[in-house]
Nanobody, 124 residues
Framework: VQLQASGGGLVQAGGSLRLSCAGS????????LAWFRQAPGKEREFVAA????????NYADSVKGRFTIPRDNAKNTVYLQMNSLKTEDAAVYHC??????????????????WGQGTLVTVSS
């Protein structure tokens, strides 16, 4: 599967932003999907993941209660709805996909397919 992330931009702290990640192919619903982020000088870190059906989700503690990760298999798209943004949320956000991976898996190496990243900047 090929992934294309979009929706990044500049937002004020406390604001909201929705990222999208569109996948290619007709087997999108075979994949577990996730979002990771990487701030300058830091390692890429797990943000959220969703199961193939959308029935289960997992979030990093740092975003729990503020971010959600819905998916629309009919549109081959997964989203990251980000609310109450903080300056520490600023990063390049990447979507990722894998087959038969636990959505509690936070290691980047377990996710097979990656999008190119979209930049989120949060001003204070």
């Amino acid at each position: 599967v090929q992934l294309q992330a979009s929706g990044g931009g500049l937002v004020q702290a406390g604001g909201s932003l929705r990222l999208s990640c569109a996948g290619s192919g007709r087997t999108f619903d075979r994949y577990e999907l996730a979002w990771f982020r990487q701030a300058p000088g830091k390692e890429r870190e797990f943000v959220a993941a969703i199961s193939r059906s959308g029935g289960s989700t997992n979030y990093a503690d740092s975003v729990k209660g503020r971010f959600t990760i819905p998916r629309d298999n009919a549109k081959n798209t997964v989203y990251l709805q980000m609310n109450s943004l903080k300056t520490e949320d600023a990063a390049v956000y990447h979507c990722a996909a894998a087959v038969m991976v636990l959505i509690t898996t936070t290691s980047t190496g377990a996710w097979s397919y990656w999008g190119q990243g979209t930049l989120v900047t949060v001003s204070s």
